[in-house]
């Protein structure tokens, strides 16, 4: 009896062991840590208006061939926003949903939602700017919302409402033109000052603008208390500069950011005139500011006419994707590619092309003939002299590994959906 329950026992293990497919992902050998890369996908949904994600591992950002997203994981059915890396997870800001999704991926590809929390009270929020595996930021209208990304909780709140300018009259875009909406779009740290872009709307359904000015609100981050629900004794002031136009990406390309700091601590902030199509109302070229490392003004001496450098005037540029030493990538877009029936073309349409451009000779160069949706997929991954660079039409998705030396490019990975790479580990 003892020998036949010794085998029945063996036979049941072997049984579970073979059909078990939680037991193969939990192998310590296959499963140990996070992944080292995931490939982000976002195919469009049947109501034409949304979009679904989907992650899963790829071995390497040099992995070619067609990958669909059969052993993907769905992070979000529906949504619209941005999808992020911090810490070794993937962040979901989705502004359709008002949430914002932690997600983890091992190295055998199991996915696991590690929490969220929700932001309705943001309106319709901005890029997250992570401090620490404890602190986190994220803007929206009047307020600046507080989180911990490693534990997915709120803990407080800075609270910009005493400087909103809603209601303000503007005379712009057409005289007696008024503020009816503003918002936090996107947040950079640098040392003790947080700088977030402002975006004032004349009709926020379709992301009019009220103003032709760059606006930025600088915080003090050593008066901020992550516990307050107030924090105003943190306010310093907003800052302006005539010569460009609004900054912030709001989630834009899937997760770009156009304020970035550079080697030396300088910010640089992309002017872009694309959100509403405004370039034509607003009347100025696209261009780059520079706020001084340590600085709250923007820097008087510094301006970069993005559209004199590449495709010329009248020619809008966004998406800020910089790899070092001064240069980085955007794309570029050609008006005569809009279609004229759609309002929302210039962030669904192929109409944009990339280019590379330079801060410091401020000069730019043709990175490809191909048109992509730069305002849905932009966000790249840079590596060893090489970018990885997403491309999308109506009918195709894939990644482009461009050598930033010579430009010359491979394709590498074509998808199911829009694509981007992020680095994990």
């Not at 020998?3 to 050998?29: H, Q, Y």
């Not at 001084?292 to 510094?302: C, L, M, S, V, W």
Request: hydrophobic share 35%; net charge neutral.
């Amino acid at each position: 009896m003892k020998n036949r329950l010794i085998a029945l026992s063996v036979m049941l293990l072997a049984f579970v062991s073979c059909n078990s497919k939680d037991d193969e992902a939990t192998d310590p050998s296959t499963d140990s840590g996070s992944a080292n890369f995931a490939l982000i996908t976002r195919p469009q949904n049947s109501d034409g208006m949304s979009f679904s994600a989907y992650m899963q591992k790829i071995e390497s950002p040099d992995v070619t061939g067609t990958i669909d997203n059969a052993k993907a994981h769905e992070i979000s059915a529906s949504h619209s926003g941005g999808v992020y890396e911090f810490q070794k997870s993937v962040f979901v800001n989705d502004y359709q949903n008002k949430s914002i999704t932690k997600w983890s991926l091992s190295n055998a590809n199991n996915g696991e939602n590690k929490g969220s929390i929700m932001v309705p009270e943001l309106g319709f929020q901005g890029n997250i700017a992570f401090k620490d595996e404890n602190t986190a930021y994220i803007g929206g209208s009047g307020k600046i919302v507080i989180f911990n990304p490693s534990t997915m909780t709120k803990t407080g709140v800075i609270d910009w409402s005493s400087m909103s300018r809603v209601g303000q009259v503007t005379n712009f875009p057409t005289t007696g033109a008024a503020i009816q909406a503003d918002g936090v779009t996107e947040i950079i740290i640098n040392g003790n000052y947080m700088y977030a872009a402002l975006y004032y709307m004349n009709d926020f359904n379709t992301f009019t603008p009220a103003t032709t000015t760059c606006d930025i609100l600088v915080i003090d981050l050593t008066k901020v208390n992550n516990a307050s629900s107030n924090n105003a004794d943190a306010l310093v002031k907003i800052i302006s500069d005539t010569r460009g136009s609004f900054t912030g990406a709001w989630n834009t390309g899937g997760g770009v950011y156009y304020m970035n700091k550079t080697e030396n601590g300088d910010l640089y902030v992309l002017c872009h005139n694309v959100f509403g199509g405004a370039r034509n109302i607003i009347g100025k070229p696209a261009c780059m500011l520079r706020i001084k490392n340590g600085a709250t003004e923007f820097d008087p001496d510094y301006y970069f006419n993005l559209e004199a450098a590449s495709q010329g005037n009248g020619n809008p540029v966004t998406n800020f994707e910089y790899y070092g030493n001064g240069k980085f990538l955007a794309t570029v877009l050609d008006p005569s590619k809009l279609d004229p029936s759609n309002p929302y073309s210039y962030n669904t349409d192929a109409i944009f092309r990339w280019w590379s451009f330079d801060l410091n000779t401020k000069t730019a160069t043709k990175v490809d003939d191909d048109y992509t949706i730069g305002g849905k997929v932009a966000r790249c991954y840079f590596s060893n002299g090489f970018a990885y660079v997403p491309f999308a039409s109506k009918t195709s998705n894939y990644i482009n590994k461009i050598n930033l030396s010579t430009l010359s490019k491979t394709k590498t990975i074509t998808t199911t959906g829009m694509s981007h790479i992020l680095k994990l580990n």
